[in-house]
């Protein structure tokens, strides 16, 4: 099986940030100062979306409450995450993408941004058995708060799947790629077969031009 698909994961199979919404979970659970985090969250979300972002000091800013919480508590507030926030943002028509590519016996894999200890889960529960993403540091089983390894954002991505694929031992031969941001124009010109998934003004006109398959996973949506 040397058929790889990659997927995006926020606004692409889900229909949130979800980076952002963990910071707003958190700044709405009590367990940090909420107005602050709440105020610095909104302003690296907008860096991301004026495709300004340092993703860095972005992780570095998510991964810092990892260790100052409790690991218990953190799982429990994982848990509460993902069952308010997330799960009623998993998209029916990226659920069954994912099984029609299931069953074309396709090797499927999510490369993300979005920080391991937030993204798992969600990609457990979307039935893609592989992630790509930035790794929390831990010391003695618990959280310091700090990044493992390197961001997966942007141009990153390509590199991160070539450094995924040689550990693994994998031949990637063809492969697909789906996302709805401009940041990850890199990712969808590394693939065989990009593919614009309800993209942002910048992405659709650069798929557009170059004639890039566009659909969308949205439930509202009502054609091109």
Request: proline letters at 6%; a negative charge; charged letters at 25%.
């Amino acid at each position: 099986m040397n058929a790889t698909v990659f997927y995006d994961l926020d606004h692409t199979l889900i229909g949130c940030d979800s980076d952002y919404e963990w910071g707003q979970f958190l700044a709405d659970s009590g367990d940090i100062d909420g107005d602050a985090y709440r105020a610095r969250n909104q302003t690296f979300y907008n860096d991301y979306r004026h495709g300004t972002l340092d993703p860095v000091a972005y992780l570095e800013f998510v991964l810092a409450p990892l260790g100052q919480i409790d690991g218990q508590r953190l799982e429990e507030l994982r848990a509460q995450f993902l069952e308010t926030r997330i799960l009623p943002v998993l998209r029916p028509r990226a659920r069954q993408l994912i099984s029609e590519h299931q069953q074309r016996g396709l090797r499927q894999v999510v490369v993300t941004s979005t920080n391991a200890f937030i993204a798992e889960p969600i990609v457990q529960a979307l039935g893609i058995p592989t992630l790509i993403a930035p790794q929390p540091e831990m010391q003695a089983g618990r959280h310091t708060g700090k990044l493992l390894d390197s961001s997966c954002f942007a141009a990153d991505k390509p590199k991160r799947i070539q450094a995924w694929a040689e550990q693994e031992g994998i031949r990637l031969g063809e492969t697909w790629g789906y996302s709805d941001s401009f940041n990850d124009i890199p990712l969808l010109e590394f693939v065989d077969h990009p593919v614009a998934v309800d993209p942002d003004p910048t992405l659709r006109a650069h798929a557009q031009e170059r004639a890039w398959e566009i659909i969308s996973l949205c439930e509202d949506y009502s054609g091109e």
